[in-house]
């Protein structure tokens, strides 16, 4: 909080969010920042209590990013085991509410596209 303008942020977000043309498609939850689609208080209840929600909904990425993050989370922060139902509902959410950012990063140029490299290479036979 050093910046004064951050402030303004929540306010906005209150006028937004009390416009009904605006809030219409996508709402999410005031405290939380999280798109309220089906499984957000699932994810609430379960993604919320080590760090801020925020984490989550910077986030994004395939479902099978998603597994890997909760797995290292597993695996190094403690986080602990799902229901397999449960973790369904959490996959569901963050894949399809917080998937790939499909036009923010482009795909990788086929090798034919590619200058040819201008430096020597190493073959290993000479
Ligand atoms: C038991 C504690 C705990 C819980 C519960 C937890 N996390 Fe985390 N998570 C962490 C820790 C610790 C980090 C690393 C935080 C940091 O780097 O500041 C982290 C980091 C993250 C990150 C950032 C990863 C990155 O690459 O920077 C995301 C995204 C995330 N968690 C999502 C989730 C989701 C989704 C859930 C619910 C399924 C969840 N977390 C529940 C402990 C937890």
Redesign the pocket.
């Known amino acids: 909080m050093k910046f004064s303008g951050e402030l303004a942020m929540p306010m906005l977000g209150v006028v937004l969010l009390g416009t009904p043309l605006l809030s219409g498609a996508q709402q999410t939850d005031p405290a939380t920042g999280l798109i309220k689609a089906e499984g957000w208080e699932t ?1 609430r209840n ?6 801020s929600a925020d ?2 909904t ?2 994004s990425g395939t479902r099978n990013h ?1 597994e890997n ?2 797995r ?2 597993q695996d ?5 085991e ?1 229901q397999a139902e449960t ?1 369904e509902t ?1 996959l569901d959410y ?1 894949s399809s509410n917080y998937g790939p950012k499909e036009d923010t990063r482009r795909p990788a140029l086929p090798r034919t596209l590619m200058p040819d490299n201008p430096y020597p290479t190493v073959t290993g036979s000479d």
Do not use: D, P
């Open positions: 994810v379960n993604c919320t209590a080590c760090h984490l989550v910077q986030n998603w993050l909760i290292w989370m190094t922060q403690g986080l602990w799902f973790e959490i963050l």
